[in-house]
């Protein structure tokens, strides 16, 4: 059982400041939360609207996780000793729900104390009303305001990557794979820079919205049931692998019930074969949702495979320089 007071932590540290500038210290709502950036001046682009306020699920699958969400908006992690990369970090939960409180969060403490400043991204929900675009204006939108943004953090622009869980994966793919798609018209200071991600980190991504996947939750939610091949296409992440993605490595469990392994595969051969760097881990159990996984599973070493691989690519320094 989880004590009550880890639910009031969730609860305050997701406060929402109603009206607020542009970068929000949140201390006045909960003693040490992290200050919060928020995306749009005013009413943010594309149809839709919510009504009451957000949302914390209390128990079950949806524990700690936020939706009914109306101001989208990122949540700030500055590490005590800098290493001059960023990382935007975004939950899953099928597009109805984000879990914080097992991806999000703890991906973005544990980036936090290895010196990455960390953005943990809540974005806007087709189950909350808004149009299924709307995520991915936030996601892009976010990238655009870290990489403006990047001095003020002692963020190197260039080292800039995106992280996702599940359908936070597909979330994050997508926008390291289209950064240039037109969504949403700007123009403000923030819409002079790129949104693409300088790498991508997916884990348990959804990928494809195609047969024999197209049973998930965040096909439902962005394209519907009954969708046609086209809409398929157009947002499954292979459609868009090509040679100038971001260095992306996957992480996958092979008794994955909800995005079995075909997903990550899947997306590792079009990336490679397309000429991109892409690295693929896939472990022999963890299931779904398994954040940063449980001491003892095998699962729980990817941080430490992410932080090689981040090595490897020069994203941070190697240990000894």
Request: aromatic share 10%; no cysteine.
């Amino acid at each position: 059982m989880i004590a009550r007071r880890h639910l009031l932590e969730a609860v305050a540290g997701l406060a929402l400041l109603a009206g607020a500038g542009p970068l929000v210290p949140l201390a006045a709502a909960a003693e040490g939360a992290p200050e919060e950036i928020l995306l749009w001046p005013g009413t943010p682009p594309v149809n839709g609207s919510v009504t009451g306020p957000e949302k914390i699920g209390g128990e079950g699958a949806g524990f700690g996780a936020v939706s009914n969400i109306a101001t989208p908006r990122m949540r700030v992690y500055r590490p005590a000793k800098p290493n001059g990369a960023a990382v935007l970090v975004a939950g899953g939960g099928g597009y109805f729900r984000i879990q914080l409180w097992k991806e999000s969060t703890p991906a973005a403490q544990w980036l936090q104390a290895h010196g990455f400043t960390v953005f943990e991204l809540i974005y806007r929900l087709p189950n909350d009303g808004w149009d299924s675009a709307a995520p991915f204006m936030d996601a892009q939108r976010a990238m655009k305001i870290i990489r403006t943004r990047a001095g003020e953090f002692g963020v190197d622009p260039a080292k800039i990557g995106i992280m996702g869980f599940s359908a936070g994966g597909h979330l994050a793919g997508f926008t390291a794979y289209q950064p240039a798609r037109a969504l949403y018209a700007g123009v403000d200071a923030y819409e002079q820079v790129s949104a693409r991600p300088d790498f991508a980190v997916l884990l348990f991504p959804v990928v494809t919205l195609r047969k024999p996947y197209d049973t998930t939750r965040t096909r439902r939610e962005i394209i519907g049931d009954k969708a046609s091949a086209a809409a398929e296409a157009a947002w499954s992440l292979d459609t868009y692998a090509s040679k100038d993605a971001p260095p992306t490595i996957i992480f996958a469990a092979a008794d994955d019930p909800t995005t079995p392994p075909g997903h990550g595969i899947l997306l590792f051969e079009k990336l490679v074969a397309a000429g991109a760097s892409a690295e693929l881990h896939m472990f022999r159990d963890g299931g779904h949702g398994w954040g940063l996984g449980k001491p003892g599973q095998v699962i729980s070493q990817w941080p430490a495979l992410f932080s090689t691989w981040a090595r490897s690519l020069q994203i941070i320094e190697k240990q000894g320089e």
